[in-house]
């Protein structure tokens, strides 16, 4: 459907008169005295018959507006209207379709390909009609004669200008499209008709919304098409869940990665975080704060987490489920863990281990297994303290930067949230991510060392004696 | 080697009291469950402990299961040493159980006689230098599970009163004495009681009551009491 309006523009030849005023009038008004009315007809031996009638309005909106009728009808004048003989209605079409190439000559034609096509076809023994696709009377005007290269510039010769389109609600949105944005986009060689599919040259459609949101929930289901593996994933996260609750301000696809402009921003880590705070303003204000955001903001910091980083970006859990809780210390460990980048700040990569190691990080691992068990038994009493717990969230300080010992007094507060009653010296239990030394855990390290060298001399001594009662009890047999 | 419920009864020779026989069961069975579920958390990452573990139904029931286990261990405890505090004062029990000077004597003695160095094992008491020293290794040893254990069970009310590095040094000692016994009883204990040649396969004495009068004597000889 496209593709004929597009050779209709084509076909129409820089040389042609269209445009220069309307054609003599007084031959036009004399052929429509009779053509204008409805109801003559003309019949052919097969019974099947054409109405004679020419819209006037139509024509005067046509490319051939300023073509006299003569023009194209040549047999016709004001004196003479042969009656001609047809043995039915496509053989009169193809005889009236051969006067289109008295102007346009048949090598022009033949540059595009499809004409080229239409011509073998005729030289096989095939009818073409011209007006089959470009009508004859109606031949309309595309663009004051400019060519269509391309569905995105046929498009644009609307959508490139303001315009708007209105909801019931009473919203109006502009559809004017950024051509600079659509270009430097990934979706660049995307057609618009690809996206915006039911709609083309042709056709139309005209869709009423009842707000614009509901309008841009409907766009987002565009890029289930081909991201069908994001598309699934974002099924699972929270923002889906939100909506299919009907809290429709939760985000779809082109609320986070733009319509025309998209862009992945995945390595836009800036944008993230932006684009996450548009909606999550208060929370950005706290990251913004806190040693992961400031590094990001104040330095671009490369290695620092961004919102998708620790939340992911489509199947974004529900952060306050037990089952985003227990991912935590693996979230964290993900840097933490990792010697290049804790290297370049001096930070120690045994804080996951350490953490592990101890009750709670233990009985997290425990909780998951037995999920993982499958046998549902899964229900734990209480929430297991993770990183978070103890160094916050989006509020994540250093704590080299404020002091292990002012950190650990503001500890008591959090640890008060599980251990009720919990007194100042119970942060203390926790030996802070260290290896026991003497200096830092003495009672720890003295212990330790004790029944590292008791343990080892208990059993060689117990095997010892065992040994030597069974040499001497063969000895003395 | 010895039968003594094939030999003849009056052979045989009481050693232990029905209430002896049953506080030695109690303790099998608290030792066992205690065990499994306390090594099992100690080695979280072994495939046997997760195994245990995921079979007990979680976590959180081993742990519920470990605090009960404990509970009953501590009763046994102490009423263990409230009888014979109580029977020694009042009763004059024999105090052969106490450690002596020449236990000390004994255990040199001993390796002397192993290295052939002596021509008789040491001629103990009623019981031997090596059942004193299991004997009082699981006392106080499960004295020392009984305090830390609470420490563990209880680290908001320890921290009241104690510098909270107690709890990380309780952890500590709580699980490798517990590591330290489970070695005791699983290498020597079973040794003495099981394969060692002279009562392979088992010395049943502590489960019967009798012990027979040639094992005594045998036991006498080489330096060893049986049960």
């Given amino acids: 459907m496209i593709g004929v309006v597009l050779i209709v523009s084509l076909a129409l030849p820089a040389s042609s008169s269209y445009g220069q005023g309307i054609a003599d009038d007084q031959e036009n008004k004399r052929c429509l005295k009779c053509h204008g009315e409805h109801g003559s007809v003309k019949k052919f031996p097969d019974g099947d018959f054409i109405s004679t009638y020419v819209d006037a309005n139509t024509l005067a909106l046509s490319v051939h507006r300023s073509l006299q009728c003569t023009a194209c009808h040549k047999e016709f004048t004001d004196q003479r209207h042969p009656d001609r003989a047809f043995r039915n209605k496509l053989q009169f079409r193809i005889k009236e379709s051969h006067g289109c190439r008295d102007c346009h000559a048949v090598e022009t034609l033949k540059s595009r390909a499809i004409h080229e096509a239409l011509f073998k076809k005729e030289g096989a023994g095939e009818a073409v009609v011209c007006t089959n696709c470009h009508s004859a009377h109606a031949v309309t005007h595309i663009a004051g004669g400019n060519v269509s290269k391309s569905e995105e510039q046929y498009c644009l010769r609307c959508h490139a200008s303001e315009k708007h389109m209105t909801f019931k609600s009473g919203e109006t949105l502009s559809v004017r499209v950024k051509v600079a944005e659509l270009r430097e986009s990934p979706h660049k060689n995307v057609g618009c008709s690809d996206c915006h599919f039911g709609f083309s040259a042709d056709d139309h459609p005209r869709m009423r919304f009842r707000s614009e949101r509901q309008y841009r929930l409907s766009l987002s289901e565009i890029c289930r098409r081909c991201h069908y593996d994001m598309y699934s994933k974002a099924s699972e996260g929270i923002h889906y869940a939100m909506l299919s ?233 | 080697m010895m039968s003594p419920e094939m030999s003849d009864e009056r052979e045989n020779i009481r050693r232990f009291s029905v209430y002896r026989i049953i506080e030695h069961l109690a303790l099998i069975l608290l030792f066992v469950v205690l065990a499994a579920t306390g090594l099992s958390q100690k080695f979280y990452t072994l495939g046997i402990s997760q195994s245990i573990i995921l079979a007990l139904g979680g976590i959180d029931t081993t742990r519920v299961l470990h605090h009960l286990a404990a509970v009953l261990f501590t009763v046994l405890t102490f009423q263990h040493i409230l009888v014979n505090v109580i029977g020694i004062i009042f009763e004059q029990w024999d105090t052969s159980m106490l450690v002596s000077f020449k236990d000390a004597q004994d255990a040199v003695h001993n390796v002397r006689y192993y290295l052939g160095m002596a021509e008789q094992p040491a001629r103990g008491g009623r019981y031997s230098y090596k059942e004193k020293f299991i004997y009082w290794l699981i006392l106080l040893g499960g004295i020392q599970q009984i305090l830390t254990g609470f420490i563990l069970w209880f680290p908001v009310v320890t921290t009241k009163y104690l510098p909270g590095q107690f709890i990380p040094a309780a952890k500590v000692v709580h699980t490798n004495e517990a590591m330290l016994i489970f070695l005791l009883v699983g290498i020597w204990h079973i040794y003495d009681s099981m394969f060692s040649p002279e009562v392979f396969p088992l010395n049943k004495s502590i489960f019967t009551g009798y012990a027979h009068k040639s094992q005594i004597e045998q036991a006498n000889n080489s330096g060893k009491h049986t049960g």
């Fill in chain 1, 245 to 477: 609750v009907g809290k429709l301000e939760a985000p779809t696809c082109i609320d986070c990665h733009g319509g025309h402009a998209v862009s992945s921003l995945g390595s836009n880590r800036l944008g993230i975080v932006q684009k996450c705070k548009t909606c999550h303003s208060k929370v950005y204000e706290v990251y913004a704060q806190s040693v992961h955001g400031g590094a990001l903001l104040k330095e671009n910091n490369k290695d620092v987490p961004t919102c998708i980083d620790c939340h992911t970006s489509h199947s974004i859990k529900d952060a306050s489920s037990s089952d985003f809780r227990e991912t935590l210390p693996g979230t964290c460990s993900k840097c933490h863990s990792n010697e290049t980048i804790m290297g370049k700040y001096g930070l120690s990569t045994d804080v996951v281990k350490t953490y592990l190691a101890d009750f709670h990080g233990v009985t997290i691992g425990f909780y998951r297994n037995e999920q993982n068990d499958g046998q549902k038994r899964y229900q734990p009493d209480r929430p297991m303290a993770v990183c978070t717990d103890c160094h916050g969230t989006h509020d994540i300080a250093s704590v080299s930067g404020i002091g292990v010992q002012t950190f650990k007094k503001t500890l008591q507060k959090r640890c008060l949230q599980c251990h009720s009653n919990a007194s100042e010296n119970f942060p203390d239990a926790w030996i802070s991510h260290y290896k026991p030394s003497f200096t830092n855990a003495p009672l720890v390290f003295i212990a330790e060392q004790f029944f590292r060298i008791m343990m080892p001399l208990m059993v060689i001594g117990l095997l010892f004696q065992i040994f030597l009662h069974i040499w001497r009890y063969l000895v003395n047999r």
